[in-house]
């Protein structure tokens, strides 16, 4: 596992439609920590957000604020809350799943 990254299941997640969230701590001056969502629709890799501490709660940092260039407070706002509580829908499967 290079840099906290699983490239074959976060890839085989995002080929078949599965939300995962991915969260890993800082590595001294390399990176903090952040969790990222991908959910299908997401774009590239999915949203990260970073955190105030390993294991910790979302935050924003003058960098993130720089990337996102939110709209406003609200939009600052929204981003923090789907850190806080990242609701991956379950595995929704075909009724057909084994059928010949």
Known sequence: MAGG???DPQA???EVGLSYVLTYDGYGSEWGPARRIWRPGD???GVTCSLNADGGYACVTVDDIRHL???DLEAILQ???LF???H???LELPDD???P
């Open 79 to 81: 981003h923090l809350m």
């Open 43 to 45: 774009a590239g890799d």
């Open 84 to 86: 806080d509580d990242p």
């Open 97 to 99: 799943l084994g059928q």
């Open 69 to 71: 260039q939110p709209a």
């Open 5 to 7: 990254e699983f490239d």
């Open 88 to 90: 991956v829908p379950p």
């Open 12 to 14: 085989f997640c995002q």
